[in-house]
Every structure is written in structure tokens, then in C-alpha cells.
């Protein structure tokens, strides 16, 4: 078992930017790709971000390619995503997720572990 922590979330104007830390504990060797998502009032939890904590390989929701950036620090157990130029549309409970996959997956139901969510507020 993986517990996450997401921490980092707030509110901050347009053009702004944000940096969201999650970290991981428990059987962390069983995890291979860190996952973001994120979850907007009345819509279903979309995929953001994911790396591959071993290999550092990335991917991204074509949403956040450019602003966001999604990176790790192996021996702290931490991933991080980096957000610039937040719109309103960004706003979102984000959750940090893992996956016992290598192919760092976009899939919700790859992701066995995921944390409680830190809440991410965009004003216009």
C-alpha cells in the first residue's frame, strides 16, 4: 500500500502560477508512475500529468502541455507539478495518484493509490 499526500494548492489570479507537492510513503518500490488528475465540480476526473519515477519518462494532457510540468525527486519520495500560466479553466481539486504500471498510463483506473486532493482556485 502507497500513501499520498498532496499538498501546495490555493488561489491565485489568472497568469499565475502554482507548484503542488505530493508525497509518498508505505510500499513506494511497488509504484512506477506518478499520476495527476484533476476534478472539477460537476465534470469527471481528468488526467494532467504522469511520469515514470525511474526512468523520468513524461506525459501530458494536451490541456497543459507548455504551462505545466510534472517532476520528481526520487530520494524524497516526492513528485511535483509545476503550474504556470493558470487559467480559470485550470480550477480543480487536483490528486496525486500511482501506478504499479511502467507505461506511465493517462487511464484513471491504471492508478491503484491515490491521495485525498488539494483544492486549486483560478480567479479571472
Known amino acids: 500500500q502507497v500513501q499520498l499526500v498532496e499538498s501546495g494548492g490555493g488561489l491565485v489570479q489568472a497568469g499565475g502560477s502554482l507548484r503542488l507537492s505530493c508525497a509518498a510513503s508505505?510500499?513506494?518500490?511497488?509504484?512506477?508512475?506518478m499520476g495527476w488528475f484533476r476534478q472539477a465540480p460537476g465534470k469527471e476526473r481528468e488526467f494532467v500529468a504522469a511520469?515514470?519515477?525511474?526512468?523520468?519518462?513524461?506525459k501530458y494532457a494536451d490541456s497543459v502541455k507548455g504551462r505545466f510540468i510534472i517532476s520528481s525527486d526520487n530520494a524524497e519520495n516526492t513528485v511535483y507539478l509545476q503550474m504556470n500560466s493558470l487559467k480559470p479553466e485550470d480550477t480543480a481539486v487536483y490528486y496525486c495518484?500511482?501506478?504499479?504500471?511502467?507505461?506511465?498510463?493517462?487511464?484513471?483506473?491504471?492508478?491503484?493509490?491515490w491521495g485525498q486532493g488539494t483544492q486549486v482556485t483560478v480567479s479571472s
Open positions: 508505505g510500499r513506494t518500490f511497488l509504484s512506477y508512475t
Open positions: 511520469i515514470y519515477w525511474i526512468g523520468g519518462n513524461t
Open positions: 495518484a500511482a501506478s504499479n504500471s511502467h507505461l506511465v498510463p493517462s487511464a484513471a483506473v491504471s492508478y491503484g493509490n
